[in-house]
């Protein structure tokens, strides 16, 4: 089947090895690069250089308020993707539009957005100051960026799913008795899964490289407020390229291994559903 296709469409060889060749210049030659700056260093420069409590305590902030945000993007994104799929209301084309804004957004405008409104004496942060206390300039304001900059990969990623499922496939199992808690549970859900855990991963590792957004809502204060992306442009205003490229290449390893665990998940729950 697959050597049919090859012989039927035309230009197969032409788009191989276009996407070859992009692939290798655009993500692979850079990355490549990356790595070889990194490593010209000794191992020992090399674990001094990504493995200081200074670099620790960056890594812990970026991973955990990344991981934070991608799991509450988890919970809005059904909510949303589900609201637009199965409900027709006035200004729902506009809701569905406005889910994308963050991609067109410049992140560093969000970032300065919400650092002017969740401040102690802004429009939000003065109200929410008595219940939350300030949340700009702490971790819930990271979190908060990075839930704006992830939220559209999951409902993009899980709306397609929802408007393809098979309608008849609910109508039986409510003819067959099933509450409406059984038939999303049992006959919904398990389609969601895979599509969800898409989401999830693309906006965990949008969270785990974002720099614009988070530099405006947040201190930068070492061993305290700093990302990983902050540590390495400071590394990089130091003229410590080689150190730069070392803690880089940490955080790629990192994304690296969370994709490949979450990747792993999803083909286990297709296969499963």
Not at 68 to 87: F, K
């Amino acid at each position: 089947m697959a050597v049919g296709m090859k012989k039927a469409l035309p230009g197969y060889r032409l788009g191989l090895g276009m996407t070859t060749a992009f692939l290798g210049l655009i993500v692979l030659l850079p990355l490549a690069a990356g790595a070889a700056k990194a490593f010209e260093l000794s191992p020992s420069e090399f674990l001094a250089a990504v493995w200081t409590p200074r670099t620790v305590a960056a890594y812990k902030l970026t991973l955990w308020t990344s991981f934070a945000a991608a799991s509450i993007n988890v919970v809005l994104g059904l909510t949303v993707a589900w609201t637009l799929v199965r409900y027709d209301f006035p200004g729902r084309k506009i809701l569905d539009a406005l889910v994308d804004i963050p991609f067109a957004l410049p992140t560093a405008v969000a970032g300065l957005i919400y650092a002017n409104l969740y401040i102690a004496d802004g429009p939000v942060g003065r109200l929410l100051m008595p219940m939350t206390g300030e949340i700009a300039y702490t971790p819930a304001g990271i979190v908060l960026v990075l839930i704006f900059t992830g939220f559209p990969f999951v409902v993009r990623s899980v709306q397609p799913v929802l408007e393809d499922l098979d309608a008849e496939m609910e109508e039986a199992a409510m003819i067959l008795g099933a509450s409406p808690l059984q038939n999303f549970m049992r006959v919904i859900l398990p389609n969601l899964i895979a599509p969800t855990l898409t989401g999830f991963t693309l906006a965990l590792a949008r969270s785990v490289g974002e720099y614009g957004s988070v530099i405006f809502i947040s201190t930068n204060r070492p061993y305290e407020m700093e990302i990983a992306p902050v540590l390495i442009v400071a590394r990089l205003e130091e003229y410590a390229y080689r150190e730069a490229a070392a803690v880089a290449v940490v955080l790629l390893a990192v994304s690296f291994v969370l994709l490949i665990a979450i990747n792993l998940l999803e083909r286990r729950s297709r296969r499963h559903g």
